[in-house]
């Protein structure tokens, strides 16, 4: 397993925001505020109009990987807001019969011309046929920027989030096409034990990346498996 890799990219540099003094507002909330007017893909992303600063991270990585494709079927899952299903429909051109953008979320998500956006919880048994209902065929890439909610226990946080991986894979193993790709957000320490072996069998390159726009005080990497082996 190699070490995560850092893609350089650019990084306007922004006068720091000091905010003054406000009564009711907690060190906390004036500590979050000043992070989001001095972060550069906030800015960007307002001055873009992306939803979120996390477009600029599946930028980063498909500048890097080059996985998206004028003609693929692409599913987003834990889409909401909706900063990554932007970015794939900058790329895919839906307007072709073998294109075809899916995102999808727990949370009510606005939608997108060109996407089609489905509002359903992931964990239930039943949401994977269910999504599969709406697939056109085979699936070229499966993305899943999904995280559970920080309970600030780093070994319960990093549990949860590879168990929302492995839903995220069983997904992928049962829709991909051969030589597909499939990306997923872990915490810091990457993939281990079964989660590993499955993606070390399933694909052919299997790699852990933290882009740029990904915060580096966050423990976030992103796992990235290509080159899906059908049995």
């Known amino acids: 397993m190699s070490k995560p890799k850092k893609p350089k990219a650019p990084s306007p540099r922004l006068e720091a925001v000091r905010l003054k003094k406000k009564k009711g507002r907690t060190l906390s909330s004036k500590m979050w505020l000043e992070r989001q007017l001095n972060d550069p893909y906030v800015v960007q992303a ?35 807001p909706g900063g990554w299903t932007q970015v794939i429909l900058e790329e895919v051109d839906t307007t072709h ?7 999808l979320d727990i949370l009510p998500m606005e939608e997108i011309p060109g996407a089609l956006v489905l509002q359903m ?20 890439v499966v993305l899943s920027d999904m995280a559970p909610s920080s ?22 193993l049962q829709v991909l096409a051969p030589g597909g790709t499939f990306i997923a957000k872990v915490w810091q320490g990457g993939t281990t034990g079964e989660l590993l072996k499955i993606l070390k069998e399933s694909f052919t390159h ?17 796992v990235v498996a290509r080159g899906f082996k059908t049995s």
């Open 46 to 80: 307002r001055k873009l109009g992306y939803r979120s600063r996390a477009a600029f991270k599946l930028k980063e990585l498909n500048e890097e990987l080059k996985f998206l494709k004028k003609k693929c079927r692409v599913v987003d899952l834990g889409a909401a």
């Open 97 to 103: 019969p073998t294109s075809q953008v899916i995102a």
């Open 121 to 140: 919880d992931f964990g239930l048994p039943e949401a994977p046929d269910l999504l599969k209902q709406h697939l056109k065929g085979p699936v070229d």
């Open 151 to 172: 309970t600030g226990h780093r070994q319960t946080d990093h549990i949860r989030i590879i168990s929302l991986t492995e839903m995220a894979l069983e997904f992928a």
């Open 206 to 222: 299997v790699s852990h990346i933290k882009p740029p726009a990904s915060r580096k005080e966050s423990a976030e990497v992103y």
